[in-house]
């Protein structure tokens, strides 16, 4: 599905091609631009006149991605980006899932990556969404209260496994998972949340709609294989808490280049 890009980068895409220089000599300024406004960790901009897929305009704009450099000048890079409709990488998702594709989040300071294997695409509200599944104890469930956006990070050809073996087996409550797994934070387009080089396919996401699954709901069978009630829910693989799907709005797309 892929094959079919690069398509010409839409006109009402922001402009990527300003270097990371510009921005970080703006972050170190603390220079917010005119007429702009905070937003705050809630990711609520829903006051901001945005353009199509959710792009804000450049003044608005250039002023969150000094923001964002303020917080992560050390960490994140810039990079190109050919732009995609929500569901173009269904076919690759899907393909990447059984074996693990990144939710990543982003609360104050801290970013956070954990693997998922179980989502799903589709249209509700007349809005494009992304629901992830996401256990009641995970760290990453702290971090969507605080700050409830998130990105989709999906494997493009080979990468280091060991990505999958630190951001699905170690909790982010007590590791910095995106420094252990060697991940490269990319600078996101709409949302607050970076993207991850290594892993090139985005989603852009922000939280519409969260509800806590009720397992009283669901068959015996699969009660019994995915909530064994004789785990101990403190551990990384605790498998005993019921899931909240987090219904994302999509409202950016694309892949790294
Ligand atoms: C292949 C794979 C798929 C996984 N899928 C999910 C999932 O869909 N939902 C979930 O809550 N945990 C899933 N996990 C487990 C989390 O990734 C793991 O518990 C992680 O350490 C949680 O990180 P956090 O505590 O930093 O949020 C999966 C793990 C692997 C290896």
Redesign the pocket.
């Known amino acids: 599905m892929l094959a079919s890009y690069p398509r010409p980068f839409p006109a009402f895409c922001c402009r990527w091609g300003r270097g990371i220089a510009v921005a970080a000599a703006r972050a170190e300024e603390g220079g917010r631009q005119k007429g702009s406004r905070r937003r705050g960790e809630d990711g609520g901009r829903a006051d901001r006149p945005r353009g199509a897929l959710g792009c804000a305009g450049e003044t608005e704009y250039s002023d969150r991605r000094t923001q964002f450099f303020s917080q992560h000048r050390k960490m994140v890079i810039t990079m190109e980006r050919t732009k995609l409709a929500p569901f173009d990488c269904a076919k690759e998702l899907f393909a990447a899932l059984p074996?693990?594709v990144l939710l990543t989040t982003k609360a104050g300071d801290k970013v956070?990556s954990?693997?998922?294997?179980?989502g799903t695409l589709g249209i509700e509200w007349q809005t494009p969404v992304f629901i992830a599944?996401?256990?009641e104890h995970?760290?990453?469930r702290e971090m969507l209260d605080k700050n409830p956006e998130f990105t989709v990070n999906v494997p493009v050809g080979a990468y280091d496994k060991k990505i999958?073996g630190v951001?699905?087996?170690?909790?982010?409550?007590n590791l910095d998972?995106v420094q252990a797994a060697g991940l490269t934070l990319v600078e996101p387009e709409v949302v607050s949340v970076p993207a991850v080089r290594e892993f090139p396919l985005t989603l852009e996401c922000r939280v519409v709609y969260r509800q806590q699954q009720d397992l009283a709901a669901l068959t015996p069978k699969l009660k019994d294989a995915c909530y064994p009630q004789d785990v101990d829910s403190s551990n990384?693989?605790a498998n005993r808490d019921a899931?909240i799907a987090y219904y994302g709005e999509i409202v950016s797309a694309y892949l790294l280049k």
């Open positions: 074996k693990g956070n954990m693997v998922i294997g179980w599944f996401v256990r995970r760290y990453t999958i951001c699905g087996g170690k909790s982010g409550r998972k990384v693989g899931h």
